[in-house]
């Protein structure tokens, strides 16, 4: 049984940062993309970043490009999502992903960024920036 457990999560004000984590319990997490969603109450869940399997690529969302940043530990079997210039507008909760399927991975090929290509998930994260 695969397990995401995320921490770092709070309240902070607007342009400071925080560093989310994302402890992942498999033997296999050095071949997983990982990605990070986000959700406010009452909207549909986000793609927020991601990281290809080998960290030959990683993707953004729009809205966090410059700004968050994704890296990942492979002996530690952990993901970590560097936020900075924190806006009240990224105020959600924070969700670990793990994509468990074998796909190639070419710095050319976008990471896994849709909902429906991520097999696992952590529990959540809130992160609440204010104005």
């Known amino acids: 049984q695969v397990q995401l457990v995320e921490s770092g999560g709070g309240l902070v004000q607007a342009g400071g940062s925080l560093r989310l984590s994302c402890a992942v319990s498999?033997?296999?997490?050095?071949?997983?993309?990982m990605g990070w969603f986000r959700q406010v109450p009452g909207k549909e869940r986000e793609f927020v970043a991601a990281?290809?399997?080998?960290?030959?690529?990683?993707d953004y969302a729009d809205s966090v490009k410059g700004r968050f940043t994704i890296s990942r530990d492979n002996r530690k079997n952990t993901v970590y999502l560097q936020m900075s210039s924190l806006k009240p507008e990224d105020t959600a909760v924070y969700y670990c992903?793990?994509?468990?399927?074998?796909?190639?991975?070419?710095?050319?090929?976008?990471?896994?960024?849709?909902?429906?290509?991520?097999?696992?998930w952590g529990q959540g994260t809130q992160v609440t920036v204010s104005s």
């Open positions: 498999a033997r296999t997490f050095a071949s997983y993309t």
């Open positions: 992903a793990a994509d468990s399927s074998i796909s190639y991975v070419d710095s050319s090929i976008p990471v896994a960024q849709r909902i429906s290509e991520y097999d696992y």
């Open positions: 990281i290809s399997r080998s960290a030959i690529r990683t």
